[in-house]
């Protein structure tokens, strides 16, 4: 059994993703993390960093409990345990190219760009230009790679597609203010929508979808998602 920490947030909802594509038994445990509960002891003994998504595998390897904690490292290995979505072993080396390009690049320049334009205080134009500019830069490279593909590795729907569908579902923010965030990068918005057409997208979406998650952002809310903005004695 996969115990799944999760937050209806881009990194989990990848994991949701593999878990519904693959049938892997798992139950759902919300972490409200604008009500700081990413911080508290019980979970950062799971995840020292303190950030969702993270699971605990019942059945890891040698029949023992384990946990794994952030999203790419939770695909590589439920990929492996289930030996699903990894592609041929000749792609190997170009899968987790891939990955890494999205965990290191896509993803962190696509979130920094959702929050100097959501939460931020106003004024940090130069930030705003640098983020988005990034993300949509590496939009470009995941586009230009997609020519001629049908998927981002080998010929096959695999992790490496999963992991950018999280992210790229949040083109709208990323892209602040445009009608068709996707509309400028035409291969990526067709591996978007060919993921995004998926029944398991549905199911995924649906995880946890009646927890009352925390929504108001309030001063309690920016200190549990941006701790580093405050002094430890605040």
């Known amino acids: 059994m996969i115990r ?3 937050h209806p947030t881009p ?6 993703l593999f878990l519904e594509e693959t049938g892997l038994p798992y ?8 009500k700081g509960e990413q911080h508290m002891p019980a979970f950062r003994a799971i995840n020292p960093n303190g950030k969702v998504p993270a699971i605990v595998d019942t059945d890891g390897p040698g029949g023992k409990e384990v946990r794994v904690f952030d999203s790419t490292a939770i695909l590589i ?17 170009e899968l987790l190219s891939w990955l890494l390009f999205i965990a290191s690049g896509l993803g962190p ?32 490279v995941l586009n230009d790679h997609l020519k001629g593909r049908d998927y ?12 950018a569908w999280g992210w790229l579902d949040r083109a709208s923010r990323v892209r602040k203010d445009e009608a068709d965030p996707l509309a400028p ?50």
């Open 4 to 6: 799944f920490y999760f």
């Open 11 to 16: 990194n989990p909802a990848k994991v949701a």
């Open 27 to 34: 139950e759902a445990i919300p972490v409200d993390t604008s």
């Open 77 to 93: 290995y439920l990929a492996e345990k289930t030996r699903k979505l990894l592609g041929k072993p000749e792609d190997r080396p």
């Open 109 to 140: 320049f696509s979130g920094q760009a959702v929050h100097f334009q959501f939460a931020a205080p106003g004024g940090l134009d130069y930030a705003v230009n640098r983020y988005r500019r990034e993300a949509e830069r590496h939009y470009q």
């Open 152 to 163: 981002i590795v080998g010929g096959t729907y695999t992790i490496a597609d999963i992991s």
């Open 185 to 234: 990068f035409p291969n990526l918005k067709r591996l978007f929508e060919t993921v995004d057409a998926r029944p398991a997208v549905a199911r995924a979406r649906a995880v946890a979808k009646d927890h009352p998650f925390k929504k108001v952002s309030d001063e309690e809310t920016r200190r549990a998602l941006f701790p580093s903005n405050y002094p430890p004695s605040a």
